[in-house]
């Protein structure tokens, strides 16, 4: 049911991460938007900001709740999803595609430990749901 | 946490479960945006099995409830129920209900889920005269069905009364639901018209079953508190432990149509002074939600004059809205001001309640 992309890396905090050389591009997981429900908006950094790993970088509303995104990774902003902005029920229906949320110049590369590969981040999920 | 007969009925359809009130209830069945548009469009089907149902028989009944609730229903017709506040000795709210008449001597109270044992309680140490206070509400399951189509639906399925134009709004009747006996009255939570329908547990999932089954050609939705609570919310009615509490004085609601301050109920005396915050709506400029605990500045800044209560996106408005506790100065319709949120201020407005009528634009 839950969809857990073998080709990225994962926080504890349920954002996932594609990283492909100096660029990271971050979302939610399927697993988030699933336990959020319907998303109403998502506020977006702005290019050029910098971030350290784990820091609060947004805040995305589902009906419900309101909870911050927090970067994966360190680095600095170089592009947005804006097209959330009219649509931010893109992340419900392809949060590892449509609803990707930023992307990041790579200043650091994540220590090791940090993240999660797919089959811890499935263990964690699974767990959460006991 | 206590489930309700049809907890195995939400899981079937899907529904993702969540506590409310020592509940174990649906949040959502297929989703929160869907399921407010089905309602407002067509039919939604709420599971209410959680609320409390308090009879009060005999003699001293009316007396009793004269005490306990912001107005006498003592004049009610039998047949008909009333929304009135239950306060404490200072005025503040130990619950909201609505009370119907099933006979001279005889009424019904219907109360919230997690304030029902205290109600109990509290209505016992009130009693005056020869009075029977029962909870009711373990013997009894209840289903809302709310929104344009709802009459419709239950009227495929209603063996008595003949005709549910016989109820009117607030009205009550015993009738026969799809061979299943049912307490129906006209009322709800959502702004919509519709039917809280009550019957035994042990007949409830049939109930709810027929009605899906019924509903399913005029787009019935199945709904949970999460449609639930954005209907109430653009309906402008207060939520206990959200706008009406142990915190607040009564008339800060804004309700005043709710309390006759010519009768001597419990609270009165501490209700005619005017309160310091008073409930209103807001709009925000855009689709992100203030949140409850959230403080309200003047839009020019300065200190906070208010507090959010309730807010959320809200389906059929399109924007970010919700309910507020604020300085009576700053409360005028229109009003423009900033909301602090997760460190952001946001720009919103004061707006008269509600923010959806049925019927109205929105």
């Known amino acids: 049911m839950v969809e857990v992309p073998d080709d990225l890396l994962y926080s504890k905090d349920h954002e996932w991460v594609r990283i492909e050389g100096k660029t990271a591009t971050v979302g939610i997981t399927d697993y988030a938007q699933q336990q959020l429900g319907d998303l109403t908006h998502v506020e977006l950094p702005d290019p050029g900001d910098h971030f350290n790993q784990f820091d609060e970088v947004s805040v995305i509303d589902s009906v419900k709740a309101s909870s911050d995104i927090y970067t994966p990774i360190s680095g600095t902003v170089t592009e947005v999803n804006s097209a959330l902005s009219n649509r931010p029920e893109a992340i419900n229906t392809d949060p590892y595609g449509d609803g990707w949320i930023f992307r990041m110049e790579i200043v650091e590369e994540p220590e090791e430990g940090s993240l999660l590969s797919p089959a811890a981040y499935d263990h964690l999920i699974d767990s959460d749901d006991e | ?362």
């Open chain 2, 1 to 362: 946490m206590r489930r309700t007969p049809l907890y195995p009925w939400h899981v079937s359809l899907g529904a993702r479960m969540v506590g409310f009130g020592g509940w174990e209830m649906p949040v959502q069945v297929t989703g929160i945006i869907d399921e407010h548009h089905s309602t407002r469009r067509a039919a939604g089907l709420f599971d209410t099995c959680h609320m409390g149902e308090i009879r009060l028989r005999g003699p001293g009944a009316a007396g009793t409830l004269a005490r306990v609730l912001t107005r006498p229903v003592s004049d009610l017709a039998v047949g008909q129920g009333r929304y009135a506040m239950m306060c404490a000795e200072d005025g503040t709210v130990i619950d909201d209900t609505i009370t119907f008449r099933l006979g001279d001597e005889d009424f019904w109270v219907v109360v919230n889920a997690a304030t029902r044992e205290d109600d109990v309680g509290w209505i016992e140490s009130y009693a005056i005269g020869a009075c029977d206070v029962d909870d009711e509400s373990d013997a009894t399951a209840k289903l809302d069905l709310q929104g344009p189509a709802a009459s419709i639906v239950l009227g495929l399925l209603c063996e008595a009364p003949a005709d549910l134009a016989c109820i009117r709004r607030f009205g009550i009747v015993d009738g026969i639901v799809a061979g299943i006996p049912a307490r129906i009255a006209r009322a709800g939570y959502t702004g919509e018209d519709g039917f809280e329908v009550f019957c035994d547990p042990s007949r409830v999932v049939d109930l709810a079953g027929a009605i899906h089954e019924a509903g399913e050609s005029h787009d019935l939705a199945v709904c949970g508190l999460g449609a639930r609570d954005t209907l109430r919310l653009e309906a402008g009615l207060p939520l206990y432990g959200h706008e009406l509490s142990r915190n607040r004085p009564a008339h800060a609601s804004g309700m005043g149509w709710a309390i006759d301050l010519n009768a001597r109920f419990v609270g009165r005396d501490h209700l005619a002074a005017a309160p310091a915050e008073i409930l209103v709506a807001f709009r925000m400029q855009g689709r992100r939600a203030a949140r409850e605990g959230d403080r309200i500045l003047p839009a020019a800044g300065g200190d906070p004059i208010g507090t959010v209560s309730s807010g959320s996106f809200c389906p059929t408005l399109g924007v970010a809205a919700g309910l507020a506790y604020i300085e009576p100065a700053h409360a005028e319709a229109g009003t423009p001001v900033a909301v602090d949120s997760r460190g952001k201020s946001l720009p919103a407005r004061i707006e008269k309640k509600p923010l959806y009528k049925r019927g109205h634009a929105a």
